[in-house]
């Protein structure tokens, strides 16, 4: 919404500024997003008068002309068709930035003659797109002087970003009440007087909806106005029109405009002789078309509205009108419309059909129920003073819905609710200067004056009355502090996040933070991309699937980084993938991946491979549990990962996650080059572990005798796996064997084919007394036997 | 007595010459051996008198230990010697690179919500979340923006294809509905923040599709606009780290809240860097207000009895106030090079005691 100051002081008695009426503005919820000052702006040009204009002597189409600046005489040379000797222009000195052409002016010769400065077009200065000739001001306009307040651009321009809820201020008048009652300046007499008919109106007006459909458009008032001659509208109209950002067309149309600007009531205005009998708001019929006034045809539905008269839809109603039935300077004799549309309804229709208009701004947002009439009424009067003609009498179907809610306030609630406490007197002064009826004594009884339908119950009330009296005025208040020493606030789920993001970090992981979607084309190669997971509105087709797993984005991201030249990265995120399009069925999950080669090191370094994505997963793990967790490993993994090189960590039937290389068909897929492995910890499913009644550590178990170390080679099926060697060693003597550690895994000469040899080292800790030579024979001997049980292995000679 | 005299200076002389330690043993040997010449001088002791032994006795043992002492000697001499020699010729590079200590990051937004968090638990405000998909009526309905009501305009949302049941869920537009799963699930006193992702349909150099709130709601049977003020203050003084920050208040419109206002911050912005508590600029910084009566009705909660403020920031845009990341797009294109610049290490935890920043 935009408001010109001088337009504003046509309502507003004040002497402030551009500036104070913006902050007070925005102080009371008129937020004003910018001030738009030509006068500022411009101030480098100024009015001259073009003494002569010579042909250029190199040049048929150019002039030489010297021009009067008012303080000085220079000669510029000018390509203008229209330039000539007499007239009055706009001039810009050298030095001046000509936003139009995006340049600097300097001293130039043109063809061989120097020219001191330019002659402006309105493309030059941004005012439009008009670049025929150069300005021409009036002839009274004033050599020297500066050439924006000769143009009618002096007058500083308001952007204010309302609310949705502020109906109310969409227009000057409007904004000015609101002002006045925040005490700015004072509001001026809004009244309109009534211009009686001269006949009755040959056009009536009928309200035609199905019963329980009648808000769609509760009152429609109309009039007619014969005999007039349309044509442009008076200068002051147009430059209020063209401040604010509007383009006059003719005296009726500006007039719609100016009172829909001016008073927040969009009017329409037909031209009565393209009208084929009575006019009517009805729905619209299913598949009924209108050529609106923007040049576009519109097919229209059931939902929306329109005013049709016996033959057709006019004007979709609140949003647009007709071509067909417009006014052109032409028109003798118009019908003037004026209506309550149903906000939502009218919303709803600009939304599908993808009309932003004034009118629409208006209706959606909610008009003043009680100035139907009254709009109707002022713009009668303004187009029987710009057009002449004659009124004929009022016609109205229906009337105002609703309208006089009480509201049962206590000011106590403005204490209660804003923290701020004022006497009785002070809240009451300020809702009657807001327009409000005010009745009562110790439970008031407040009554929203029509224009204010955004204003309900008590808690609008305290609104009103904080927001008039100063935010800025409400004492800050500290909160109780329930407990002396702050609490814990973090779940256990919380905290697993965190250590795990922490841990990652520390291993020399990068963090990442991706959308939640991702291309289909990737979601399907991690076991998503259903119908279910996609997005009906995605912003472009490269996002369209939420996530079934939180790697495609790394690996994606990788990629970007490999085609950078950045070849090795370390990339994690923990976030959200998604089980199926339902709420809540998402899972966290901390990822990570190592892609690339590590860049050459004389110190090898190693390059990503399963046993680096098992190290990364378990540290996750580790980070994220309370207690240690033991997960045994399963040898296989999810399908994006290398079947071979590739495991899952589970406890009983719930997967707690994944590591491996991944598949080469994803790395191809992605484009990625070098070796690419990765994890996937699922955190829900990690068990939160014991709490424990106190804080206190277990009782520390540690022997004073010397521990000793046993190793073991067995020869075994190539299938056999280090785990069940493992277990099987561990399991045997448990009571003493404190650990098994795997040396050396070796396969090749010396092996027979489809076997292996696997190394452990098995650490023996004595708990009471040194063990004899006999009792670590019979552990070792224990120790063949069970691995021998378990795997069929043998001991290597 | 000159043959003692002449065994010993020999000795001597032929240990000081030993060249390595293979010859001093060997002298050694020949010495100080089993049948080495001063253990043969030693034997003839047995057959000597008692007053020749009393005479000799000090004398050969004498020779004996001088002589053992000068082959230490010569035998730590010659051991530093070759140890010096070893050691020389074990000299490496030591300019040689070693592989970096690793140096991951953490995320700004996950920083700048680990900084929040330690700030409003100090304030006793608990973190609770929800899922990123949402139903209509936990993003809107009952946050009193009805179906057709304007304000959803305000929200430019992602739906999902419509599912097995016919609905059609949305990602969320704001953290808000965390507000209403905390009421419908809580008895006051609430006091919660609800940091997450966040999802709009809007897609340029200064918005993206997904971004991070935090919400905050408070309700018990006191809290005003006054509280409301006063926490934001103490908030951002805390989080800007600054001892005191211009925070002014606008009247705004948000359907769950009535009244409803706009925080702005104060701040300066001339010489390329951004600092608060100064300056002429009003950057805004998180919308507000006094939970609306209808949606404390719609979420199970009395209103004539509770009340409660709510509020959401912007995380993302803390990130980029405080740290100065100019913008928002990168946040989410995993740049290496940003990542480095813009991470944090892993042992930047935020705590009140040793301030929320390194």
């Not at chain 1, 004492?475 to 922490?502: D, G, N, Y």
């Not at chain 1, 378990?618 to 207690?627: F, I, P, Y």
């Not at chain 2, 992702?197 to 606009?225: K, N, W």
Request: glycine share 10%.
């Amino acid at each position: 919404m935009k408001v010109s100051l001088s337009w504003l002081k046509e309502h507003l008695d004040t002497s402030a500024d551009a500036a104070s009426v913006a902050d007070r503005a925005t102080r009371i919820g008129l937020e004003v997003e910018g001030i738009e000052d030509k006068a500022a702006e411009l101030s480098a040009y100024k009015v001259a008068r073009v003494i002569s204009a010579e042909t250029h002597p190199n040049a048929d189409k150019l002039r030489v002309c010297m021009v009067d600046t008012g303080t000085e005489t220079v000669q510029v040379v000018c390509g203008a068709p229209n330039a000539h000797a007499g007239m009055k222009g706009v001039f810009a000195p050298p030095g001046t930035y000509i936003p139009g052409s995006k340049m600097t002016l300097g001293i130039a010769k043109i063809r061989g003659v120097e020219s001191r400065g330019m002659l402006c077009s309105e493309r030059e200065l941004e005012l439009s797109n008009e670049h025929q000739g150069i300005i021409e001001l009036k002839e009274d306009a004033v050599v020297g002087s500066p050439a924006a307040a000769a143009l009618g651009l002096a007058d500083p321009v308001l952007d204010v970003a309302l609310t949705p809820n502020r109906g109310d201020c969409t227009s000057v008048y409007g904004i000015a009440r609101d002002l006045a009652a925040a005490d700015l300046g004072v509001l001026k007499g809004g009244a309109v007087a009534p211009v009686s008919g001269h006949f009755p109106s040959p056009i009536k007006t009928s309200l035609e909806f199905p019963a329980g459909l009648e808000s769609a458009c509760s009152m429609f008032a109309g009039r007619v106005i014969r005999g007039i001659k349309n044509g442009p509208s008076p200068e002051w109209l147009q430059t209020r029109l063209k401040a604010v950002g509007l383009r006059p067309i003719s005296a009726v149309v500006d007039v719609t405009n100016f009172v829909a600007h001016d008073r927040g009531r969009p009017l329409h205005a037909f031209d009565m002789t393209k009208l084929k009998g009575n006019m009517r708001a009805r729905l619209a019929k299913h598949g009924e078309t209108i050529l609106a006034l923007d040049g576009k045809t519109y097919t229209l539905d059931e939902e929306m509205t329109v005013i049709a008269d016996e033959v057709a839809a006019r004007a979709i109603a609140g949003v647009m009108g007709g071509e067909e039935s417009g006014c052109t300077e032409a028109t003798t004799d118009v019908f003037l419309e004026s209506a309550l549309f149903d906000p939502v309804r009218t919303a709803r229709t600009g939304r599908t059909l993808g009309i932003i208009s004034d009118a629409r701004y208006r209706f959606e947002r909610g008009v003043d129920p009680e100035f139907v009439v009254q709009g109707l009424e002022l713009a009668t009067k303004l187009v029987l003073e710009f057009c002449g003609g004659e009124a004929s009498e009022i016609v109205v179907a229906g009337g105002p819905l609703g309208g006089g809610r009480k509201i049962a306030f206590s000011t106590a609630d403005v204490k209660r609710l804003g923290g701020l406490s004022l006497p009785q007197s002070e809240i009451v002064r300020i809702l009657k200067k807001l327009g409000f009826s005010v009745s009562g004594n110790e439970h008031l009884t407040v009554v929203p004056p029509s224009w204010r339908s955004d204003v309900h119950g008590p808690a609008d009330l305290v609104e009103e009355v904080v927001r008039i009296y100063g935010l800025d005025k409400v004492p800050p208040e500290p909160m109780k502090r329930p407990h002396a020493v702050a609490q814990p606030v973090l779940t256990p789920q919380q905290r697993r996040v965190s250590w795990a993001r922490r841990a990652l970090a520390a291993r020399g992981f990068d963090e990442t933070v991706h959308f939640s979607f991702v291309p289909r084309k990737h979601a399907l190669l991690f076991g998503g991309g259903d119908e279910a997971r996609q997005l009906a509105n995605p912003i472009s087709a490269d996002l369209d699937a939420l996530r079934p797993s939180v790697l495609p984005a790394l690996l994606a991201s990788a990629a970007r980084n490999q085609a950078r030249g950045l070849l090795h990265a370390l990339l994690f995120e923990i976030g959200a993938q998604f089980e199926s399009g339902m709420p809540g069925a998402q899972t966290t999950v901390a990822a990570g991946l190592r892609a690339g080669d590590p860049p050459r090191h004389w110190l090898k370094a190693t390059p990503p491979d399963a046993f680096t994505a098992k190290a990364d997963a378990l540290a996750v793990l580790d980070a994220a549990s309370r207690q240690p967790i033991a997960a045994p490993i399963l040898a296989n993994a999810a399908a994006w990962y290398h079947p071979g090189r590739a495991g899952t960590l589970a406890l009983g039937p719930k997967v707690i996650g994944y590591f491996g290389e991944l598949h080469p068909r994803i790395i191809a897929a992605f484009d990625l080059k070098g070796p690419v492995a990765g994890f996937e910890i699922f955190i829900d499913a990690i068990p939160e572990g014991k709490a424990r009644p106190t804080k206190a550590r277990g009782k520390l178990e540690a022997s004073d005798l010397m521990p000793l170390e046993r190793d073991f080679a067995f020869v075994l099926d190539a299938g056999v796996s280090a785990d069940q060697v493992v277990k099987a060693a561990r399991g045997a003597e448990r009571a003493l064997i404190e650990r098994v550690d795997v040396f050396d895994v070796y396969e090749g000469k010396g092996i027979p084919e489809g076997k292996k040899s696997l190394a452990i080292a098995v650490k023996l800790q004595p708990k009471e007394r040194t063990l004899t030579d006999q009792e670590i024979e019979a552990v070792a001997q224990k120790i063949v036997n069970a691995v021998a049980k378990a795997t069929g292995g043998t001991l290597r000679s | 007595m000159t043959d003692i005299e002449e065994l010993g200076a020999g000795l001597t002389a032929a240990i000081a010459a030993a060249k390595d330690e293979r010859a001093l043993e060997e002298l050694r040997v020949s010495a100080l051996g089993k049948k080495g010449s001063i253990a043969e001088l030693l034997k003839t002791l047995g057959s000597m008198t008692p007053d020749e032994r009393k005479a000799n006795g000090p004398k050969f043992n004498g020779l004996r230990d001088r002589v053992s002492d000068a082959i230490a000697a010569r035998k730590k001499a010659l051991e530093d010697v070759s140890l010096d020699a070893r050691l020389q010729s074990e000299r490496v590079d030591v300019t040689l690179p070693v592989h970096d200590a690793p140096r991951g990051t953490v995320h700004p937004v996950s920083q700048v919500k680990d900084e929040m968090i330690a700030i409003f638990a100090d304030l006793d405000f608990k973190v609770a979340e929800g899922p990123d998909v949402e139903t209509d009526d936990y993003n809107f309905t009952k946050l009193n923006i009805p179906p057709e009501h304007p304000a959803r305009q305000m929200h430019d949302t992602f739906y999902m294809k419509p599912q097995a049941d016919g609905s059609v869920p949305l990602l969320r537009t704001h953290t808000s509905p965390v507000q209403v799963r905390t009421m419908l699930s809580v008895k006051p006193p609430i006091r919660i923040i609800a940091p997450g992702r966040t999802y709009r349909c809007d897609s340029d150099a200064t918005h993206s599709p997904m971004f991070h709130q935090v919400e905050g709601l408070v309700i018990d049977e006191e809290t005003h606009l006054g509280h409301l003020k006063w926490v934001l203050e103490e908030f951002l003084k805390a989080f800007f780290e600054v001892p005191k920050v211009g925070m002014r208040l606008r009247p705004s419109y948000f359907p769950f809240t009535e009244p409803s206002v706009e925080v702005d911050i104060q701040c300066d912005r001339s010489g390329g860097q951004i600092k608060f508590g100064e300056g002429s600029d009003w950057l805004e910084i998180a919308g507000a207000g006094m939970v609306n009566p209808r949606v404390l009705e719609m979420c199970g909660i009395d209103p004539n009895a509770y009340q409660g403020y709510a509020f959401g920031l912007g995380i993302d845009r803390l990130a980029m106030l405080k740290y100065g990341i100019p913008d928002l797009r990168p946040f989410f294109e995993s740049d290496l090079r940003w990542l480095k610049h813009f991470g944090f290490s892993a042992l930047d935890i935020p705590t009140l005691d040793g301030g929320v920043s390194r």
